[in-house]
């Protein structure tokens, strides 16, 4: 009975999937690109880099750089922290 | 509908990705569907910053003739996909040593078995 | 299990150096091709690991220690936060090195031009403080899988070495 329901659900939800894939808008054609516009003008003014990418990473959107490599730093100490060996006398 | 094939990979790498999920017992196999649900959300964030015929937002030897804001692609779901890709490797991490833990204290990998709050 | 053959150990070791480079190269001109901090620690970390199956865990425990890894990744994480709190003149995170002619500070001219190392500002400072951060932390993460799997057990709650 469970599998029944979970497999009616899951055939619902990937055709909801493949008909949304297949209306939306056409690949290459972006909506609204003011910010990206003034992010490629400006970046070399106001960061001095080259790589428009980076400077967006570490300047204009730092706090995200900042919570990833917190993220990273936790899943390193939860995972030293799991699979810690000792020896008792 | 034939300009839509990347959508129609990230919607398929999903749907395989939640079969795994939903329909397997292995914990591994159910460690690998995670990843590849990850990996097909990526694509579709990507794929949607996509201009036709744009490079790379990368000024060191511009190749001739790019128009500067119309002939680059958008830089700022490519910064957003980076993190999305490193928090995903953090949560596998955390996923496989969990697997080697309860391996070791059950001595079965099946999920219908492991299920005892306290042994 | 035998231990792995000559082959395997000398190839090993000669391509290693190269691993390294290539990493290092792609961390440290992060702002001027694509690349970056995130990307050359994932390299750089990969060439370990090859170091770590080609060995074996037993040997490389010997010479890496996870204590040294955890030093260098708390060395790259404090340094990320204080070159953002260095620039709290203005507001937090400001690159207060673009432009002002003390290590990293010219702007470079707008337009396509072959890339010169002394641009960037703060940016390359971050790049390699992030990637000796990764660099550790994936590192440490799998020499902890690697070694976890040669414990024996004695008794039942004891574990020997």
Known sequence: MNKKVSLIAF??????????????????????????????????N?????????????????????????????????????LRRYARE | MIYNIPYMASAILVIVGLYAVLFKRNLIKIAIG????????????????????????????????????EGMTLPVPQALTLTSIVIGVAV???????????????????????????? | MNEPSKIVKTIASIIFPFITVYGLYI?????????????????TASGIVLLLVAF?????????K???LSILESIGALSFISLALLGLSATFFYNFLAGSNFIFGRIPPFGSNPGDMNTGG???????????????????????LALFARLKRGRKGVRKK
């Not at chain 1, 909801?16 to 909506?31: C, M, N, Q, Y």
């Open chain 1, 11 to 44: 055939i619902i939800f990937s055709c909801i999937l493949v008909s949304t894939a297949l209306t939306l808008r056409p690949f290459g054609e972006p909506r609204s690109t003011e910010m990206d516009d003034h992010i490629i003008e400006n970046a070399q």
């Open chain 1, 46 to 82: 106001e960061t001095g880099a080259n790589n428009a990418v980076t400077s967006v990473v570490f300047d204009y959107r730092g706090f995200d750089t900042l919570g990833e490599a917190t993220v990273l730093f936790t899943a390193v100490a939860g995972v030293l922290a799991v």
């Open chain 2, 34 to 69: 995670i990843t590849v649900l990850e990996s097909g959300v990526n694509l579709f964030l990507i794929t949607l910053g996509y201009r036709e015929n744009a490079v790379a937002p990368i000024y060191t030897n511009l190749p001739e003739g790019t128009s500067i804001p």
């Open chain 2, 92 to 119: 596998l991490a955390l996923i496989l040593s969990f697997a080697v833990k309860i391996y070791q204290h059950y001595g079965t990998l099946d999920s219908r078995e492991v299920r005892r709050l306290r042994e």
């Open chain 3, 27 to 43: 961390i440290v001109h992060g702002h001027l091709t694509p690349g970056g901090g995130f990307q050359g620690g994932a390299i």
């Open chain 3, 56 to 64: 074996g865990s037993a040997e490389i425990a010997k010479k890496i």
């Open chain 3, 66 to 68: 996870e204590s040294h």
């Open chain 3, 122 to 144: 703060v940016l390359p400072l971050m790049n390699i403080s992030v990637g000796l951060k990764v660099i550790a932390g994936l590192s440490a993460m799998v020499l902890a």
